[in-house]
Nanobody
Framework: VQLQASGGGLVQPGGSLRLSCAAS????????IGWVRQAPGKEREGVSCIDGSDGTTYYTNSVKGRFTISRDYAKNTVYLQMNSLKPEDTAVYYC??????????????WGQGTQVTVSS
């Protein structure tokens, strides 16, 4: 199982970014894929998850209406579209594989992180 996260960067408040999580060694039907973020000095926070079996999506309250998780079977990739970004969204974002159970931080496999910085 391998997960490769990408797409982070520096963006102004109100801007958008799309993160990608390319999976290998398994298919997206086999496992949920989640996004977890960690800001400096703070605990990990579950952001979103998409269920492997039925595609049900989950979001933490602070990103509902702004972030959208989706998957592309052909590319075996999960995306996190992040709109209306705020400075408090600044963190390292990790993608991970496992079950989509609250608080969306307990996953079996983890990819490397990608830095998202929201600043003017």
């Amino acid at each position: 199982v391998q997960l490769q996260a990408s797409g982070g960067g520096l963006v102004q408040p109100g801007g958008s970014l799309r993160l990608s999580c390319a999976a290998s060694g398994f298919t997206l039907d086999d496992s949920g894929i989640g996004w977890v973020r960690q800001a400096p000095g703070k605990e990990r926070e579950g952001v979103s998850c998409i269920d492997g079996s039925d595609g049900t999506t989950y979001y933490t309250n602070s990103v509902k209406g702004r972030f959208t998780i989706s998957r592309d079977y052909a590319k075996n990739t999960v995306y996190l579209q992040m709109n209306s970004l705020k400075p408090e969204d600044t963190a390292v974002y990790y993608c991970a594989a496992g079950l989509c159970h609250a608080p969306l931080t307990d996953f079996d496999s983890w990819g490397q992180g990608t830095q998202v910085t929201v600043s003017s």
